[in-house]
């Protein structure tokens, strides 16, 4: 019926229409002269004008070209009729090049991704990139090549663990994100911006997705978590003349020892002179047999029963891939030849390269490449025996000691005695004022632990790679020695040998977010602690009196799993299994509780942490109920983020955690109420004068660009005495975010200024709580 | 707007055969399909990706594109308008209201006339918004891209008196809803 009542009569009559007037639209909408007819017509004009005069974005400049060129591009990959245009390059990846060329390779792979003709990709350069120590209170910056759409970037933005920052743009090309509460201590942040929102104004993008991956300081006094505890204990083998332990990157125990070995009460064969004299590669030893020292040492495997897989033999390494030994043979003129052998395998061990020192260094770049010390330079060395000399610029002390980071970034060595960390893609130097001994890299490479002096007491420090200020991180008790440092796999830990007079070496393990140290085992004569590949195993020597040492395995607990994709961070996944039981004891909310205590060692996908309404968690402060206390008391904030229908908004949970039993223990939970986060500009000073005249003058200080179209009378109000007062002189100073009310001639009443949406920011943000500021009425007389 | 009949034929033709002449076609339709997502969506970030969206979508159908007399531009529209339905209902609609545009202020006029001037604007956006969606497609595409009733019959796989029924509809829907407002003094232009 109601069809009926509204069809139109475009069948019934036609008219010729105006003279600017669609005619199928006059048409449709007219009826006849005096009725509902010219109603609908000034509507269509109405809805025509609304349509062209309202908003229609216009494309970024390089927009158009830039989708010309995608398609085009894609247009030739899918051509029946042209093969495709890619450009080609040759890259001679001689069996030579190793990590020398690979900061060239980096370089070159830029160059290698096709690009739009004319089109620029977005690249960012960020104050806090990579940078593992980053205050906690510091503001981040990111420093884009061209000039961005800002909403876009900014919508698109995540930094993960959350983060409520403050996006602000000094420029098209800069972009400052103010954190509203300080970044919580020794945690790893990434920021990210998908490619498809950085873009540029150009209609750039970046290649891929931006990724900036930094770290926070670690801070003492809050305990963010705990060392390691043993578990078990094990007798792996004895040896006589045990000189050092290492594990292959698959798990194999290696033992480097010039006498005999007895591995679980059985003896291992004797062997002695040369390496003539090595027993068969890959072959097993016999069991119950004497292994006489060579002049270097054999190098076993300390499998069941263990393998002798090299003899005459001086710092044994793995390959990346487990299958090779590289290790030097010393030589009568007192230099050290480069020997690999399979491990496991039949063959002969290579010999590769030789020394001048000797008992020179060597680390594998990868599977099928080494790089040596000999003559005070570095030299890199293929499978086949190609050697060239690499990275000039290192200068390497008498010794011959170098140690590279595991990113192949950085290398360590002490040059006429001082402790330097090159970098070896810019080739800048920096030294590392006292260290002593040799110190240990972090698993990622960003970080090197060292043992330093202070005040008379040892203690460990940390260094960034790129030279930043150390931090400290422990103070060993006046009179105790630490030495042999060992980072964790998984970069939570330190393992280190601490030596205390009338009591002996002893391990102990430092936990890197909070300085917080125990010692392993009160077992003493330990040494050479060395992590198993999988993190939760900690190998040591103990020395007797007679000489022997023991090769003990201790299984710890606590400790996180090794990153396997060697992230800036090491994280622990959680087993579906613990989630499941934690789920059950403490429920999703206490679950970001622990999470957040154990922030740097744990990390479960935030949909298994929150509850369905919440979107992520940060833990605002983490801290023992009482002094050495393992129950802690954390203040989280779980965060829904805004949506189109709600603004942000976030809860305040306070929840003590017991860490002493098997596993986190929830003993309190207590919630405050859902708070609406503030959004838009803030106000962050205001002021008022009066002149000598009566005019008042506000001057509020905002913390953002204001949109200036939303800057008026609709957004800035002034009342005296409950009056709305008029006139008011209202300016923007877009240089100094300062607004400027002005109200001429009050009356002595109280004044109350409000401000309040639609006053917005540049982005469109408009305040969400109204701001007032009021003053009282002036006294008479 | 639209390439002669037989030339746009050819040009398709031989972008079938070559997609590299697809360049032509995008070169010939890109302000007007940019323009009308622009004009729905009101956000440059999202028009921007809608479009391109549109123009691949476009570029890996055309082995299957049929001329059948209409013009190019309206299977560009079609596939523009299924777009940006499909961006409606995956995401929630008001995250892309008026207030979020990045446009361009004038400086020119006053603060105070520039917010009521917009405020009016977004208030018959926001009428049109609240139409359902088949009138407020056929509206767009007649009031914002004056296209021939045909042509968006073609569209939106309707009859032109299905067309013609949809924005009578829309347009005196619109106009209730706009009496109604300022009846109630809800509209901005009053403010």
């Not at chain 1, 000094?170 to 990434?190: C, E, F, G, I």
């Not at chain 1, 990113?407 to 002593?436: D, I, K, R």
């Not at chain 1, 422990?474 to 330190?494: E, R």
């Amino acid at each position: 019926m109601e069809i009926v009542a509204e069809f139109p009569n475009w069948l019934r009559r036609r008219t010729t229409p105006p003279e600017g007037v669609d005619p199928e639209l006059w048409e449709i909408l007219e009826l006849d002269p005096s009725g509902k007819e010219q109603h609908l017509m000034a509507t269509a004009d109405e809805i025509h004008a609304a349509v062209r005069s309202g908003p229609r974005p216009q494309p970024d400049p390089g927009y158009r070209a830039h989708l010309r060129a995608s398609l085009m591009e894609e247009a030739r990959l899918h051509s029946p009729s042209r093969p495709p245009r890619r450009r080609r390059f040759g890259l001679a990846l001689g069996t030579g090049m190793g990590i020398a060329g690979l900061a060239m390779l980096s370089l070159v792979l830029v160059s290698v991704v096709v690009l739009p003709p004319g089109a620029r990709s977005v690249t960012v350069r960020a104050s806090v990139q990579g940078n593992p120590r980053v205050p906690v209170a510091q503001a981040i910056q990111l420093s884009f090549n061209l000039p961005m759409v800002e909403t876009s970037v900014v919508h698109g933005l995540k930094i993960d663990p959350a983060v409520s920052f403050q996006a602000r743009w000094p420029d098209p090309k800069t972009l400052v994100l103010a954190p509203r509460h300080d970044l919580v201590p020794n945690v790893s942040y990434v920021v990210s911006i998908p490619r498809y929102a950085a873009k540029a104004q150009s209609g750039a993008t970046p290649l891929s997705n931006i990724v900036i991956p930094f770290g926070t300081v670690p801070t003492s006094s809050t305990a963010l978590g705990y060392p390691p505890s043993l578990v078990a204990i094990d007798r792996v083998a004895a040896a006589t003349g045990a000189e050092s332990l290492s594990y292959a990157p698959d798990g194999e125990l290696l033992l480097l020892a010039t006498g005999p070995v007895v591995a679980q009460g059985t003896q291992l064969p004797d062997t002695t002179g040369s390496s003539a004299a090595t027993p068969p590669v890959g072959t097993p030893s016999t069991a119950g047999a004497l292994t006489a020292a060579p002049p270097g040492g054999v190098i076993y495997a300390l499998t069941s029963p263990p393998v002798a897989l090299a003899g005459n033999a001086l710092g044994p390494v793995a390959s990346p891939d487990s299958q090779n030994l590289a290790y030097w043979a010393p030589t009568t003129s007192g230099t050290a030849t480069l020997e690999v052998a399979p491990i496991g395998g039949q063959g002969q061990p290579l010999s590769l390269a030789s020394s001048s020192y000797p008992s020179p260094q060597a680390a594998w770049i990868n599977d099928s490449a080494l790089l040596y010390s000999s003559e005070g330079h570095l030299f890199e060395v293929n499978l086949d025996g190609q050697t060239l000399s690499v990275f000039p610029f290192v200068k390497l002390g008498a010794s011959g000691y170098f140690s590279i980071s595991p990113n192949g970034q950085s290398l360590f060595s002490a040059p006429a005695g001082v402790p330097t960390v090159y970098n070896l893609s810019s080739g800048s130097s920096q030294p590392v004022p006292g260290l002593q001994g040799i110190p240990t890299w972090s698993p990622v490479g960003d970080i090197l632990a060292y043992v330093a002096e202070q005040d008379g007491h040892q203690v460990i420090d940390l260094t960034a790679a790129s030279g930043a200020q150390p931090q400290q991180l422990l103070v060993a008790p006046a009179g105790v020695g630490l030495s042999q440092l060992g980072y964790s796999p998984g970069g939570s830990d330190i393992a280190y040998v601490a030596d205390t007079p009338g009591t002996g070496s002893q391990v102990g393990a430092v936990d890197v977010a909070t300085g917080t140290s125990a010692l392993l085992s009160t077992r003493t004569g330990m040494s050479q602690p060395v992590w198993a590949p999988f993190g939760s195993e900690l190998s040591a020597l103990e020395s007797s009196p007679s000489g022997a040492s023991d090769i003990l395995s201790m299984q710890l607990s606590n400790l996180p799993q090794a990153s396997s994709a060697g992230g800036l961070a090491a994280s622990a996944i959680a087993t579906a299994s613990q989630l499941a039981q934690l789920q059950v004891t403490a429920g999703p909310t206490a679950l970001a509780a622990i999470a957040g205590l154990l922030a740097p060692n744990l990390s479960i996908p935030s949909s298994q942490l929150l509850p369905g309404a919440f979107d992520r968690f940060y833990a605002v402060s983490s801290a023992p109920t009482s002094a050495g206390s393992e129950t802690y008391q954390v203040d989280l904030e779980l965060v829904q983020d805004a949506t189109a229908n709600s603004p942000a908004a976030y809860l305040q949970e306070q929840v003590t955690v017991a860490l002493g039993g098997a596993s986190p223990l929830i003993s309190a939970l207590s919630q405050g109420q859902l708070t609406t986060l503030p959004s838009g500009p803030l106000v962050l000073n205001a002021t008022t004068s009066t002149s000598a005249s009566g005019a008042t003058t506000f001057l509020l200080q905002f913390d953002s660009d204001l949109d200036p179209v939303t800057i008026g009378p609709q957004s800035i109000t002034l009342t005296d005495g409950g009056q709305a007062v008029g006139n008011l002189q209202i300016s923007y100073q877009t240089s100094t975010r300062q607004l400027t009310v002005t109200a001429v001639h009050l009356p002595p009443g109280p004044l109350v200024l409000t401000v309040s949406a639609p006053l917005a920011d540049v982005n469109h943000n408009a305040i969400s709580v109204p701001y007032q500021l009021s003053l009282p009425a002036v006294p008479i007389g | 707007m639209s390439l002669p009949s037989d030339h746009e034929e050819a040009l398709i033709a031989r972008a079938k055969e070559d997609p590299e002449y697809f360049g032509e076609l995008y070169d010939q339709y890109f302000p007007q399909i940019y323009r009308y997502v622009a004009s729905r969506v009101r956000s440059q970030p999202l028009a921007e990706d809608i479009t391109s969206e549109v123009f691949f979508k476009a570029l890996r159908a055309l082995p299957r594109y049929q001329h059948s007399g209409h013009p190019f531009s309206a299977w560009l529209y079609q596939i523009a308008v299924n777009a940006i339905t499909d961006h409606y209902r995956s995401r929630r609609r008001a995250e892309d209201s008026l207030d979020e545009v990045p446009e361009p202020v004038d400086p020119t006029p006053a603060v105070e006339d520039e917010v009521a001037r917009r405020m009016g604007v977004q208030a018959i956006w926001d009428l049109i918004d609240a139409l359902p969606e088949q009138q407020r497609i056929a509206m767009g595409l007649k009031y914002g891209e004056d296209l021939k009733l045909a042509q968006i019959g073609v569209i939106m796989g309707k009859t032109e008196g299905a067309v013609k029924l949809l924005i009578f509809r829309g347009t005196a829907s619109l106009r209730q809803r706009l009496l109604t407002s300022r009846a109630d003094g809800t509209d901005g232009n009053r403010g």
